[in-house]
């Protein structure tokens, strides 16, 4: 199969660091996701799962968090750019499938809006979804 119609999968999944107010939001890519989440991640909560192609055959995957973050809430991804090649995937997703890590905060303000629903862009690939979408409620 070319390397281009070969199809992956990612996982958002979200660790509760401080309940209502701080997350960590893993994105995680492979071909197969399930006994690797299963094993590990028994605790976190499951958000968007999707599966994609890759446009071009030494290709990679982009988060993009180009939207104006609401209010009282910060979102600060661990690396930049955000991305997964999928050479990596194709590499070492049998033993540690890459991802991308987030971190999510909300401030206890009152004027912090209580439910934040942040879209999140993905290049770089072709799939049914065009952007996953945090949606957490402050506690």
Same mark, same amino acid.
């Given at each position: 199969?070319?390397?281009?119609?070969?199809?992956?999968?990612?996982?958002?999944?979200?660790?509760?660091?401080?309940?209502?107010?701080?997350?960590?939001?893993?994105?995680?890519?492979?071909?197969?996701?399930?006994?690797?989440?299963?094993?590990?991640?028994?605790?976190?909560?499951?958000?968007?799962?999707?599966?994609?192609?890759?446009? /071009?055959? *030494?290709?990679?995957? =982009? !988060?993009?968090?180009?939207?104006?973050?609401?209010?009282?809430? &910060?979102?600060?991804?661990?690396?930049?750019?955000?991305?997964?090649?999928?050479?990596?995937?194709?590499?070492?997703?049998?033993?540690?499938?890459?991802?991308?890590?987030?971190?999510?905060?909300?401030?206890? /303000?009152? *004027?912090?809006?209580? =439910? !934040?629903?942040?879209?999140?862009?993905?290049?770089?690939?072709? &799939?049914?979804?065009?952007?996953?979408?945090?949606?957490?409620?402050?506690?």
């Amino acid at each position: 199969i070319p390397p281009t119609l070969r199809m992956y999968f990612g996982q958002v999944l979200y660790e509760v660091k401080r309940p209502g107010l701080e997350w960590l939001m893993r994105v995680i890519f492979d071909r197969d996701l399930s006994r690797y989440i299963n094993d590990k991640f028994n605790d976190a909560e499951f958000g968007d799962s999707f599966s994609f192609t890759f446009n /071009d055959a *030494d290709g990679y995957i =982009e !988060l993009c968090f180009n939207e104006v973050v609401p209010k009282g809430w &910060s979102i600060r991804p661990h690396k930049t750019p955000v991305i997964a090649s999928r050479y990596n995937i194709e590499e070492y997703g049998n033993m540690s499938p890459p991802e991308c890590l987030i971190t999510i905060t909300a401030t206890p /303000d009152e *004027d912090t809006i209580k =439910e !934040l629903n942040y879209p999140v862009t993905m290049r770089g690939i072709t &799939s049914d979804i065009e952007k996953i979408n945090i949606v957490l409620t402050r506690g």
